[in-house]
């Protein structure tokens, strides 16, 4: 269960009134490797496989969905199990030991060891991102995409949402979460479960863009991403040392690019 209906009182125009009110609950899920508890995720306990798989590749423990053996969803314990091959399970023995923060919240992005781990991830790979273009109206149309399909958060206000699309605007998935960065992650992990090429493709999300957020991004090779928030500067540094095009603010006909400008045809 991840939603449930609370009666409430409602204050409108001086009126006091009882109504009826769906509110989001948010619980704990737990990624098992090789039957060892590796990371506790706040996040709405729905889709947690593609959360598992995203989480698990834009960390960095895997590059791709072939390194993944086994994956097994228990709901009514919100855990994910996963069996990784040989190879992997060697490479997170001394993960397995350390002293990395076990709990991920959806308050803030990754903390830095585990950002420091994607970095390492990042850094192995040296190919600059493609050099796509894409039309201006295009960005607009996949925004209002994305707005007009999250149905958690017309119905609660209490989520965030993001959405994948191919350089012809046609979606190709849309998640909600409490947390922007698990919605970014469930999207990444239903992408590489269909075994879906990201790098062609727009990433869009209701949330700010972070340096996490861009650093998803980045390990997948996404080489836009575009949001109706705000950026911060972790976000736009990383975006512009990356070469990833980050556009905030699509609203309207409006949109500010703060890196990266040219894969965008005005």
């Known amino acids: 269960m991840f939603k449930r209906t609370y ?3 409602k204050l409108h125009n001086g009126e006091l009134r009882d109504l009826e009110d769906v509110i989001l609950i948010e619980k704990p899920v737990t990624i098992k ?12 306990p729905k889709d947690i496989k593609e959360l598992a798989v995203g989480f698990l590749f834009t960390a960095g423990f895997i590059d791709s ?4 053996e086994d994956l097994e969803v228990d709901e009514l314990e919100n855990e994910v199990h996963i069996t990784l091959n040989e190879k992997k399970e060697l490479s997170i023995k001394d993960f397995e030991t350390s002293s990395y923060n076990r ?16 970095l390492n991830s990042i850094d192995k790979t040296t190919k600059p991102l493609k050099d796509v273009k894409v039309p201006q109206e295009l960005i607009f149309k996949c925004i209002v995409k994305m707005q007009s399909e999250t149905i958690l958060f017309k119905e609660t206000g209490g ?12 979606l190709i998935n849309l998640f909600e979460d409490i947390g922007r960065h698990n919605a970014i992650d469930k999207v990444i992990g239903s992408a590489l479960i269909e075994n879906f090429d990201l790098t062609e493709t727009i990433l869009c999300s209701t949330g700010r863009l972070t340096g996490d957020s861009v650093l998803k991004a980045v390990r ?10 705000a950026p911060i500067e972790s976000g736009v540094r990383i975006a512009f040392s990356y070469g990833v095009t980050l556009i905030g603010f699509v609203r309207g006909n409006k949109m500010n690019i703060y890196s990266n400008p040219e894969r965008i045809v005005v």
């Open 7 to 9: 009666k409430i009182k």
């Open 33 to 44: 490797i090789n039957t060892n508890p590796m990371v506790s995720i706040i996040c709405l």
């Open 65 to 68: 969905i072939e390194e993944i």
């Open 103 to 118: 709990v991920i919240k959806t308050s803030c992005g990754i903390p830095s060891v585990w950002r420091d781990l994607t």
């Open 159 to 170: 989520c965030h949402g993001s959405a994948l699309f191919d350089l012809s605007g046609e």
């Open 220 to 229: 997948s090779r996404i080489p836009i991403l575009a949001s109706i928030s």
